[in-house]
Structure formats: structure tokens, C-alpha cells
């Protein structure tokens, strides 16, 4: 099946630094990727929704200056973390879209401490 | 309310059960319907998915939909000790966001 991978899986970085997330679709062309925040033991809370080519979408309370997005392939996007603080430690997931239709593939997520 | 209700569980049944996981879901334009298996610290891993009502079935696991009540399941039948995850379920409409339940949280007691 298709497979949608993330890099890095761990990552830890000082409070004030930032932090780029990749999230590739290895298999198929995605032209619409989402990421999505994870706390534990909770569900996945969308963040962004990213179209290949164009800005991103953000979700209500989303802050699109500190969560950075860029699409600009259409089998790579990337969400980089700036100015990173402790509660910025999460979980973060991206998922793919091959365009319009299901099935939506998720990657491994990569788990972000700042410390 | 939610647009999509899922019982958190924790569920806990003994290996060789069959499993019910059950959503609802209060949106009329979700057209597709997924379940998503989570292990604890990875992504979710896509099980299952449907578009409007019926059935489908793969290996041990079969997903339900019922458009009339806005009802999801997921059967898991001779459930393993290795089904012991986070099962999430998802609909999405014309757009392709996804909307998610919070999840239940399942173990299978060996």
C-alpha cells in the first residue's frame, strides 16, 4: 500500500530553536498533505491543511507564524517549528492525499521535545 | 456536540472475542468513512474504509455503516493480542479533511 513517511521520528531541540518536520509520500503524488497535533492519551487535532504549489490553510488557533508549513512538491511538505517551547512538545503527524479520493494515509509522526 | 462521537473505552476482552467498536456521527455530508488503528507512540495505520452505506469486509475485520442512524462499527473477529491498539474512526465529506473520534482504547487479555 501507499506509504507516507516522516523524518525525523525523535527530535529534541532548546527552547528558541527551530525545528523542520518532513513528511514525503513515497509512493504516489500527494496534492493535498495535513498535519495534525497529538497529545497523549487525545485525539488528533488538525493543524493545517497544505495544497501543493499554495499557502497553507490553518485551523482556528492555529498559530501560522509559529507553524510554519511549506508544500512545495508534491511529494514533500514540511512544518518547521519556530522560536520551539517546552509546550510545543508533542506528537506531530502528517497524513496525504493522493487528490479527492480516500483512502488518506498517515505517517509515523515525529515526536518534538523542547527543552 | 461532537461530529463524531466515539465511546473511549478503555475496552478489554479476551483473545478470540469478537470486537465491536462503535461510532456516531451527527454530519450528513460525510460520504467515506475509515477506521485507523493507532499503536501507543506511532501514526495510525488505515484498517478500513467505506463511502456511504453497507458493509466491508477484510480478513478478521469488517466495518459497518448505517447512513439512516449515523452509525459506524468496526468487528474484529478472533481478536489477537497484537489487535491491542487505539482504534480511531474517521468520516470526511467533499472536502478531503478528516473528522476524527477521540478513540478507544483496546486491549485483548492473552
Known amino acids: 500500500g501507499a506509504v507516507v513517511s516522516q523524518h525525523p521520528s525523535w527530535v529534541i531541540c532548546k527552547s528558541g530553536t527551530s525545528v523542520k518536520i518532513e513528511c514525503r509520500s513515497l509512493?504516489?503524488?500527494?496534492?493535498?498533505m495535513f498535519w495534525y497535533r497529538q497529545f497523549p492519551k487525545q485525539s488528533l487535532m488538525l493543524m493545517a491543511t497544505?495544497?501543493?504549489?499554495?499557502?497553507?490553510?490553518?485551523e482556528q488557533g492555529v498559530e501560522k507564524d509559529k507553524f510554519l508549513i511549506n508544500h512545495a512538491s508534491l511529494t514533500l511538505s514540511t512544518l518547521t517549528v519556530t522560536s520551539a517551547h517546552p509546550e510545543d512538545s508533542s506528537f506531530y503527524i502528517c497524513?496525504?492525499?493522493?487528490?479527492?479520493?480516500?483512502?488518506?494515509?498517515f505517517g509515523e509522526g515525529s515526536w518534538l521535545t523542547v527543552v | 456536540q461532537k461530529e463524531v462521537e466515539q465511546d473511549p473505552g478503555p475496552l478489554s476482552v479476551p483473545e478470540g472475542a469478537i470486537v465491536s467498536l462503535n461510532c456516531t456521527y451527527s454530519n450528513s455530508a460525510f460520504q467515506y468513512f475509515m477506521w485507523y488503528r493507532q499503536y501507543s507512540r506511532k501514526g495510525p495505520e488505515l484498517l478500513m474504509y467505506t463511502y456511504s452505506s453497507g458493509n466491508k469486509e477484510d480478513g478478521r475485520f469488517t466495518a459497518q455503516v448505517d447512513k439512516s442512524s449515523k452509525y459506524i462499527s468496526l468487528f474484529i473477529r478472533d481478536s489477537q493480542p497484537s489487535d491491542s491498539a487505539t482504534y480511531l474512526c474517521?468520516?470526511?465529506?467533499?472536502?478531503?479533511?478528516?473528522?476524527f473520534g477521540t478513540g478507544t482504547r483496546l486491549t485483548i487479555i492473552p
Open positions: 509512493d504516489f503524488q500527494a496534492t493535498t
Open positions: 474517521a468520516a470526511r465529506g467533499g472536502n478531503e479533511k478528516l473528522t
Open positions: 497524513s496525504a492525499s493522493a487528490g479527492g479520493l480516500p483512502p488518506i494515509y
Open positions: 497544505s495544497n501543493e504549489g499554495s499557502k497553507a490553510t490553518y
